[in-house]
T-cell receptor, first 111, second 113 residues
Framework: GESVGLHLPTLSVQEGDNSIINCAYS??????FIWYKQESGKGPQFIID?????DKRQGQRVTVLLNKTVKHLSLQIAATQPGDSAVYFC??????????FGSGTRLQVQP | DGGITQSPKYLFRKEGQNVTLSCEQN?????MYWYRQDPGQGLRLIYY???????QKGDIAEGYSVSREKKESFPLTVTSAQKNPTAFYLC????????????FGSGTRLTVV
């Protein structure tokens, strides 16, 4: 079936470095993608989204890249801070379907 | 402040009991969703509703039931038919339209004792 997956379950980076979290998806009809951040015991928090007619979108310290050819999505976090430590999920949907979430990547920021 | 509120934060259920998780939003969002999250895993869709008095099953609806009598409220009942109900339950909502992110509540952690 269709799925959204992540390449790395845990990513450890030094404070101040840039982080890149990757995500692969399999549904070629997916047209909307979101990255969420989830801290322990809390609900996911929206970070940034991108539509399928774009290949890059920037926010504050974050950039999402979409490569539809290889069905790959990435989240780049610039100058990673200790407060960025969390689990990051990519999610996708096609049309009116509900969001499908990946299994998550844990980002650990070392001081 | 507008938001989405889940209650209770922690819930303990005895085997064989039904329990209802509350989800209320004052964001005037049309669509509401229930997801289940198990430790170290992603979110799996239980039920969703795009309009009052209408709802659809998600990927893991067995053992759960919902109602959508009001736009603001989307309660989830975990029935005794759900064999492994211990999990973190997340409610979300979004405005009408195709491409909007979901706003999530803070979750309810259900434990069977």
């Amino acid at each position: 079936g269709e799925s959204v997956g992540l390449h790395l379950p845990t990513l450890s980076v030094q404070e101040g470095d840039n982080s890149i979290i990757n995500c692969a998806y399999s549904n070629s009809a997916s047209d909307y993608f979101i990255w969420y951040k989830q801290e322990s015991g809390k609900g996911p928090q929206f970070i940034i989204d991108i539509r399928s007619n774009m290949d890059k979108r920037q926010g504050q310290r974050v950039t999402v890249l979409l490569n539809k050819t290889v069905k790959h999505l990435s989240l780049q976090i610039a100058a990673t801070q200790p407060g960025d430590s969390a689990v990051y999920f990519c999610a996708e949907k096609a049309g009116r379907r509900a969001l499908t979430f990946g299994s998550g990547t844990r980002l650990q920021v070392q001081p | 402040d507008g938001g989405i509120t889940q209650s209770p934060k922690y819930l303990f259920r005895k085997e064989g009991q039904n329990v209802t998780l509350s989800c209320e939003q004052n964001l005037n969002h049309d669509a509401m969703y229930w997801y289940r999250q198990d430790p170290g895993q992603g979110l799996r869709l239980i039920y969703y509703s795009q309009i009052v008095n209408d709802f659809q099953k998600g990927d893991i609806a067995e053992g759960y039931s919902v109602s959508r009598e009001k736009k603001e409220s989307f309660p989830l009942t975990v029935t005794s038919a759900q064999k492994n109900p211990t999990a973190f339950y997340l409610c979300a909502s979004k405005p009408q339209g195709l491409n909007y992110g979901y706003t999530f509540g803070s979750g309810t952690r259900l434990t069977v004792v």
